[in-house]
């Protein structure tokens, strides 16, 4: 069988881990080939492509980013983009796609085979860990760690000139991120987009913060709204998916606690930091997994599935369950961490 590889997409750490494990079990148990379509959805609509076999995922485990190359690429947004698809997967003679990516990538592979029967296993992908039937997706590990030393180094310097640090994150409408790096970090205020913040509230909790000689650290999803108001901006234009690019809310809300509290305040936006460097040791474990699994089902023709982490289990679900609604944070285990605020 000859299969095609695409990431699509945001890039995050571990997904050359999941490439060099399809390719080496598919070719050393399977006797598969490898077509690796460059950018995404972009490289299978115009036919870029790039051998891929186990001389070229060498090495590659510890790498961050993507061999492939990566795009926000809409296959229903080009024109005649699924014939184009199908065109070239007949042309290198392609009979399965593991697409590897989040919500967008998936939700392409679950309508192409859907609707147009194009055999497709998922693997999922993003550092916001907000796909659904999955416990966690590999990269959100290595973002918390970056965003948890981040952190770890702002206390010392908030400290030093006794003022306030806003930190803002990625995650965009789930706030794990914010959470899990936000709780680890040791941060006064954790704002996510589940929970609208009440900035009254947000400052008497920097104010507290100061009453105990210490400064405070707030840590703010990039998606996270105020009560009375709507999603800050600095860039309304949307990509090929209808996605506007998020991030403003970290510097709005530092001039609203300094004009609110008196207290110097300054922002850190984390932003594509996140995104790059090498790959913690669980992600490349995670994905390394998945590939294994991935190229398991598209084997034995489970196609339509996507593999997922349940426990300590790989399992197989429908891409369509994967992508049907966002994993975001549960209110009780919020309100959980909210003994350290203030």
């Known amino acids: 069988m ?5 990431t699509g997409g945001g890039d995050c750490p571990g997904l050359n881990a999941v490439i060099r494990a399809v390719v080496r079990k598919g070719t050393q148990e399977y006797g598969c080939e490898f077509t690796g379509f460059k950018d995404g959805w972009r490289g299978a609509i115009e036919g870029d492509t790039v051998p891929l076999g186990i001389p070229a995922v060498r090495g590659v485990l510890p790498r961050g980013g993507t061999i ?16 184009r698809i199908k065109e070239n997967l007949a042309k290198y003679e392609v009979e399965a796609l593991v697409a590897i990516g989040g919500e967008d990538t998936l939700g392409v592979a679950a309508k192409l085979y859907g609707e147009y029967g194009i055999p ?3 693997v999922p992908k993003t550092i916001d860990n907000d796909l659904s039937a999955t416990d966690y997706t590999f990269g959100f590990d290595t973002a918390v760690g970056i965003a948890t030393e981040a952190i770890d180094r702002l206390h010392t310097t908030a400290e030093s000139h006794m003022r306030v640090l806003v930190v803002e994150v990625m995650g965009r409408h789930a706030g794990w991120i914010a959470l899990h790096s936000g709780l680890a970090g040791g941060a006064n205020v954790i704002l996510i987009p589940e929970q609208r913040f009440d900035l009254d509230q947000v400052c008497a909790w920097v104010t507290s913060r100061f009453k105990a000689s210490y400064a405070p650290i ?3 999803a990039e998606g996270a709204m105020p009560k009375d108001g ?8 949307t990509d090929s998916f209808g996605h506007v690019r998020l991030s403003g809310v970290g510097e709005w809300l530092a001039k609203e606690i300094e004009a609110r509290t008196g207290k110097e305040a300054r922002t850190t936006v984390l932003g ?3 995104r790059g460097g090498t790959p913690s040791a669980f992600d490349r474990w995670l994905a390394t997994r998945f590939g294994l699994h991935a190229i398991d089902a598209v084997h034995e023709g489970d196609f339509g599935k996507m593999v997922a982490l349940k426990g ?5 679900v429908p891409i369509a369950d994967a992508t049907a609604k966002l994993k975001t944070v549960d209110p009780a285990l919020y309100e959980e961490v909210g003994v350290f605020f203030g």
């Open 272 to 274: 594509h930091i996140q």
């Open 2 to 6: 000859k299969v095609g590889v695409l």
């Open 68 to 83: 492939l190359g990566s795009s926000r690429t809409n296959p229903f947004k080009q024109e005649n983009g699924v014939r």
């Open 230 to 237: 709507e999603m800050v901006l600095k860039d309304a234009t």
């Open 120 to 122: 497709c296993v998922g």
């Open 312 to 316: 300590t289990d790989i399992v197989r």
């Open 218 to 220: 707030v840590v703010v």
